[in-house]
């Protein structure tokens, strides 16, 4: 993508919230774009956080970390880790990113607090739920999500922020509304067991399904397609 293709992208993304936060009856700064820039190369991310974009998502350590290395100049740049975590990448994602989306295990997250350096602040976390409930998927399901908020909220340099979610994909914006309905409803009920817990973030929306997730409280839509266009098979 050129870059003048991706001022024109980026501004239709942030036009495109804006209409939704519109359509929900919201301020336009209750939700935020997160740009999830996988497979996309570092220029991108350059040229973007030129337009003023901050937030970026991805989901591959190590191409993240080669990313990171290259724009270390980027002033304010916040990094957040969306993909599948297993337990030998902890440590590098607790030194790397401000922000994991993926947590979906104590263990993953015991590791993220022990691997935390003292000397960035506590690292921000969202819990992936399955809120579908596939299968293959990962996320932790519904019914033990309470159980591993509780515990998560008690880890000392990890402040959980709220929920994330990949619901399965719907045709409809009704269908698509309803695994999102269930997440926020999920955040709802965690907030009142955990009134302690800033609880303020909670991250669904991609590219299509935008407009569902914000009339849901999306607070933080995660797109990728939208912003850097179609992505190269990997
Ligand atoms: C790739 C990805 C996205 C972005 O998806 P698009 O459909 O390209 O907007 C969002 N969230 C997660 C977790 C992803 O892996």
């Known amino acids: 993508m050129t870059e003048i293709a991706l001022d024109a992208s980026l501004a239709s993304a942030r036009e495109r919230l804006t209409r939704a936060l519109d359509a929900a009856g919201r301020p336009h700064d209750d ?29 591959y350590l ?6 990171q290395t290259e724009l270390a100049d980027l002033d304010g740049i916040v990094w957040h880790f969306i993909g599948p975590l297993q337990s030998n990448k902890t440590r590098a994602v607790a030194k790397h990113f401000d922000w994991v989306h993926s947590v979906d295990r104590l263990k993953v997250a015991k590791r993220l607090s022990e ?5 960035l602040g506590p690292l921000n976390v969202c ?4 809120i579908s409930r596939e299968e293959s998927k990962v996320g932790v399901m519904p019914e033990a999500l309470g159980e591993l908020a509780a515990a998560v909220a008690k880890l000392p340099r990890l402040r959980l922020r709220g929920l994330m979610a990949i619901p399965a994909p719907a045709e409809t914006l009704d269908a698509q509304r309803k695994p999102l309905a269930a997440l926020r409803e999920a955040q709802e009920t965690l907030k009142q ?3 302690e817990t800033l609880l303020d973030t909670l991250s669904m929306g991609m590219s299509d399904d ?8 999306a607070t933080l839509v ?3 397609t939208a912003i850097f266009g ?3 098979p990997r």
């Not at 691997?115 to 000397?119: C, S």
């Not at 935008?210 to 409280?217: R, S, T």
């Open 31 to 59: 939700a935020r774009l997160l740009a999830v820039s996988k497979t996309k190369p570092a220029l991108m991310i350059r040229q973007a956080w030129q337009l003023g974009q901050r937030e970026f998502g991805e989901n």
């Open 62 to 67: 190590q191409e993240a970390l080669d990313k």
């Open 115 to 119: 691997q935390r350096p003292e000397a």
């Open 127 to 130: 819990l992936q739920v399955n």
């Open 193 to 195: 067991v955990l009134p």
């Open 210 to 217: 935008l407009e569902a997730a914000i009339l849901e409280g």
């Open 222 to 224: 995660r797109l990728g």
């Open 230 to 232: 179609a992505r190269d």
